[in-house]
């Protein structure tokens, strides 16, 4: 049988900063260069995109373009959360010490799972079935929000072999 | 703004007036502009109200601080 396998991928660091306006794609580019000194070696994976740009085929295809806005995107995979926010925190910086007029920027840390695919013998897989009923959680009487905290799943589990 | 070249500061001056920035930055000024004189530094200060979409703590939009602004002042003509 197919099998997809989950594993711990680590955490993906991410910044975002817009740049519009006279040499857009060149301030954007040269925030990159920048993030690229200061980040290179620290992460085991590294990709710096220009949204508007080159963030999708990694190239533009259509050099003559040139777009008003462009928005830098770097990601890297970082063993640790607090090494992953480090990638959003050094994108922060470029507001008051990058090239100018870069604005709305963006910081995400997210745990990563990732799936590989191999195969399994049959015979060693066993097969169960668990439904589970679920009822929303009733309104908080002095909010009207459901911010109580008490299990929010009824789980009546059912199994059969 | 601040001229590149000081002696540009009175072309500046002169044609980079209230009504000309309100009437570039139409859309996204919705509120008043005020214009500051700072000829010792060759520069003019303008303070435009309500153009965050909401200000930087509630606004939906992607530059909320309106970082990028001072770059669609950079576009107009003069």
Request: proline residues 3%; contains cysteine; charged residues 25%.
């Amino acid at each position: 049988l197919k099998a997809s396998v989950g594993y711990h991928a680590g955490y993906v660091g991410e910044g975002e900063i817009g740049y519009a306006g006279a040499n857009a794609v060149a301030r954007a580019q040269l925030a990159a260069q920048i993030l690229r000194e200061r980040l290179d070696g620290r992460y085991s994976e590294l990709r710096i995109d220009l949204v508007g740009s080159t963030s999708l085929h990694g190239r533009a295809f259509d050099t003559e373009e040139r777009p008003y806005e462009v928005r830098l995107r770097v990601a890297a995979r970082a063993s640790s959360r607090e090494e992953a926010a480090i990638v959003g925190d050094e994108v922060e910086a470029l507001y008051t010490n990058g090239p100018a007029g870069g604005g709305g920027t963006r910081k995400y840390v997210t745990e990563q799972i990732g799936i590989v695919s191999t195969l399994i013998d049959r015979a060693r897989v066993s097969t169960h079935v668990t439904l589970r009923e679920w009822s929303p959680q009733p309104a908080c009487r002095n909010c009207m929000t459901s911010h109580i905290a008490a299990p929010a799943t009824r789980a009546t589990p059912r199994s059969s072999r | 703004v601040i001229a590149y070249r000081p002696d540009d500061y009175d072309l500046l001056a002169q044609r980079v007036t209230v009504d000309a920035v309100a009437h570039h930055l139409r859309g996204i000024v919705h509120g008043g502009v005020k214009r500051y004189e700072l000829p010792q530094l060759s520069a003019l200060q303008f303070v435009c109200e309500h153009s965050l979409a909401g200000g930087v703590t509630t606004s939906l939009a992607l530059d909320a601080h309106g970082k990028s602004l001072s770059f669609a002042l950079l576009e107009m003509e003069i």
